[in-house]
Structure formats: structure tokens, C-alpha cells
């Protein structure tokens, strides 16, 4: 089955720069996209296709995807982008996450 | 606007059975496939099983022969009928809406999700 990296964490200083990677065997063939996931609340779409930002997400969010790595990043970074990110991907019919990110502000 | 609101969550006994059901509103429910996708305590996301317009459906390998997704568009809600359930099931399970009428894309809505507790 395809499976997806990511690194466990991520630290970013508030206003500075955070990428996320997404690692896959030849993911750049894929379509990636990319989801953003706060405690206790609904996991919210913030890339899709890529590097495609659905309607009311920031524009301090963008994607890339080339090779085996794929990658988030967030521009600017503020106290509310503290949460979880996961990449995804389809393969043969099957849903596939990534192992999840958490990034924190300091 | 678009809402999804899951139900039917709750502890139940190894080797017991839920339904879980997800109401939603404020699209064409017919025109969308839809998916199930579960966090399991301490745990990331995990796609569970997918269902296209028409009822044709996909399962990941580790609920395949136990859950089972179902749809009533006239009642514009999708269902996960959990049987044969385990402690690994144990998870919030979320609802969440595919912007086609195919499985093979990615999730523009999701609800708040419900919890399944297995465990006697």
C-alpha cells in the first residue's frame, strides 16, 4: 500500500516561514492535497490539487509537488495556524494520509 | 451553507454493532460522493471507506467486511453501518463531502465528527 511521511513537528517563529514535507514514492504524479486539523474541531481544507487554495483560506498558504516530496507552506505564520496538517493522496481506490505534522508558533 | 452533522456515536462491546449517521444540508446531496474518515485517540486521520452517487463503494483493507457505507439521497444522508466492531475502532469518526460525483479527489466539507468507544 502507498504510504505517506511527514515529520512529526514543526516549529516556526510567529511572522517567519513553516514548510511542511509530504514524502511518497514518486508522489509528484500524484495529486496532493493538504488539510489542516485543530483539536477538537473539523479537519478544514486549506490545498488541493497541489497548490489550489479553496475560498476563504489565506493566501500565507501555498503548495508545490515534485519528485518524491510534496510540501506545504505557510508565509507569515500566526498564532492560529497552530494545529495539525496532513497531506493525502488517492491510490487504486483507496484514501491514503499522511502521518500528520504539528506545527507550533513560538 | 453547507453542513454536515454526524450521529449515532456511543461506547459499545467488542463484537457489537452502530450505526452511525451523518445528516447534511445546504447542497445537492445526490450529486457528490462522500466518505467516512476516523482519528483514533492520540492517533492521525484515516481514511475509512468512500461511496460515489450512485452507491458504488470503497473500503480501506483494515474495516472491509465489517462497516459498511450506505446513502439515502432522498433523505439527503450518508450511513456506516459498524458491525463485528473491535477496540482498534475506537475513534472519532467523521463525515466529510467529495466536490464530485467521484471518490478519486479530496474533501472541501467535513462535519465535527462522533464518537465510538469500543470497550467492555
Known amino acids: 500500500s502507498y504510504e505517506l511521511t511527514q515529520p512529526l513537528s514543526v516549529s516556526v517563529a510567529l511572522g517567519q516561514t513553516a514548510k511542511i514535507t509530504c514524502g511518497g514514492d514518486?508522489?509528484?504524479?500524484?495529486?496532493v492535497h493538504w488539510y489542516q486539523h485543530r483539536p477538537g474541531q473539523a479537519p478544514v481544507l486549506v490545498i488541493y490539487?497541489?497548490?489550489n487554495r479553496p475560498s476563504g483560506i489565506p493566501e500565507r498558504f501555498s503548495g508545490s509537488n515534485s519528485g518524491n516530496t510534496a510540501a506545504l507552506t505557510i508565509s507569515r505564520a500566526q498564532a492560529g495556524d497552530e494545529a495539525d496538517y496532513y497531506c493525502?493522496?488517492?491510490?487504486?481506490?483507496?484514501?491514503?494520509f499522511g502521518t500528520g505534522t504539528k506545527v507550533t508558533v513560538l | 451553507e453547507v453542513q454536515l452533522l454526524e450521529s449515532g456515536g456511543g461506547l459499545v462491546q467488542p463484537g457489537g454493532s452502530l450505526r452511525l449517521s451523518c445528516a447534511t444540508s445546504?447542497?445537492?446531496?445526490?450529486?457528490?460522493?462522500m466518505a467516512w474518515v476516523r482519528q483514533a485517540p492520540g492517533k492521525g486521520l484515516e481514511w475509512v471507506s468512500s461511496?460515489?452517487?450512485?452507491?458504488?463503494?470503497y473500503y480501506a483493507d483494515s474495516v472491509r467486511g465489517r462497516l459498511t457505507v450506505s446513502r439515502d439521497n432522498s433523505k439527503h444522508t450518508l450511513y456506516l453501518q459498524m458491525n463485528s466492531l473491535r477496540a482498534d475502532d475506537t475513534a472519532i469518526y467523521y463525515c466529510?463531502?467529495?466536490?464530485?460525483?467521484?471518490?478519486?479527489?479530496?474533501?472541501?466539507?467535513w462535519g465535527q465528527g462522533t464518537l465510538v468507544t469500543v470497550s467492555s
Open positions: 466529510a463531502k467529495d466536490p464530485y460525483d467521484y471518490v478519486d479527489s479530496y474533501f472541501d466539507y
Open positions: 445546504g447542497l445537492t446531496f445526490s450529486n457528490f460522493a
Open positions: 461511496i460515489s452517487p450512485n452507491g458504488d463503494t
Open positions: 514518486n508522489i509528484g504524479s500524484r495529486n
Open positions: 490539487r497541489d497548490r
Open positions: 493525502q493522496v488517492w491510490d487504486y481506490n483507496s484514501g491514503v
